[in-house]
């Protein structure tokens, strides 16, 4: 009997599909730099035996297969000596470990920050404990560098309310703004700490009665300050410029009643006001922002938001944050438009600085209840802008489409921003200073 075709055969076997390597999760997930050598323990699926295991492209032949599930990394101290993401890879499955910064803490109780980055590279930060200025400094790894053997020095001890209004860093001083009385409408005072001796002079640059609202520096030995309040005959709005080498005025403008100065920036050539225009019964009925020469104080041009939308000319609106961009010729403006709750509504605007009218380049609002688009803060460094939104949000602001956010933080409560060099400064709980980077990643 001669067996039909394919007797006795049958399909050939197939192959069997290979598992998928994966990484579930690193244990720890982050180290602090400079930190010593540990285990890395990797967790994950279908590790082989013979897996290729590598930190940032580099094979680990010293890496453990322990299980399927488990490898094990000794991590030594060159590994984490810089700052940065490093990608751990098994069989081509990878998972991000993160070397972040050391905390960066001023004092567990404290509030009211004001901070910038000096040329000399430190981040100086005042901030209140118990309604008393304090002075500190930190190096790039978070360390703090005493002034003349102070890791965190007091600077006000009067008994009254101090609060920090802005600092800035020039000629060897801390030169700081500092408010006394601010809850009864106090004085103002120009505080300079000498940086080699930690010796404190003090001069007073506002009359009691004012309230400060913006401080802002040009960064060559003047500081401009804004501020409102009940002087001599009646109610007036200032902006006030102050060599910081001997507290003279070498700059003043004063109204009455219209408009109310809420904050103020300056270039090279220019100062900028942002406020509200009242009404004439006291509403703050239309934000604004106002440009003049930065010597002479001569006018060169005012944007009201009302011209933006007609829409907005009965409404009520309170300004909030006012930011320049010297690297983009970008005026940047914030606040709330109607006051009850569920009309108002956040708005972000954007001037080209050099302008000859100050037209407005764009402006958002929000619907009706929604604040997100409103910034009490607002910073930027060399083209990253970032704010503090009505929501409780630090966000990272996209410059030419506000609306779009590259990343949020929920839930935070800073008081106070500071941006320099690509990373977001941000005070936090308990004292501590956070350092984020413009990808929104925590690196301390």
Known sequence: MVAGCGSGGGDDPQPVPEKVVKITSLSPASAIVGGAAFTLTVTGKNFKPEANVEIDGAVRADAVVVDSSTITIPVTAADIAAVGEKEISVDGATKTFVVKMKPWITAPNALDYKMVKASDGLLYVMYTVNEEVFLCRFNATGEKVTINGNADLQVTDNGHEDRPEGITVFGGYACMVVHRGWAVGGEGFLLKVNLATGEITEDIIMLVGGRLTGFASDGAGTIYIAFNGEWGEGFVSAVRGIQVADAAIVFEQVWTESPRIHSVVVDATSLYFGGTVTNGSGCQQRMY???????????????????????????????????????????????????????????????????????????????????????????????DLYGWDGENRTVRINPDNPPVFPWRMEDTHPGALHAADGILYMPYTAGKILLISKEGQVLN
Request: proline content about 1%; aromatic content about 14%.
């Open 289 to 383: 922002v106002r440009k003049v020469e930065k010597h002479s104080g001569a006018f060169q041009w005012e944007s009201q938001v009302n011209a933006v939308d007609a829409n907005m000319e009965s409404d009520s609106m309170y300004y909030q944050a006012l930011v320049i961009d010297s690297t983009t010729d970008a005026l940047y403006f914030s606040g709330v438009i109607g006051y009850t709750a569920d009309v108002s509504r956040g708005a972000v605007f954007r001037i080209d600085a050099s302008s000859v009218d100050g037209t407005f380049a764009w402006g958002y609002v929000n619907e009706p209840g929604f604040l997100d688009l409103s910034f009490s803060l607002m910073v930027v460094d060399n083209g």
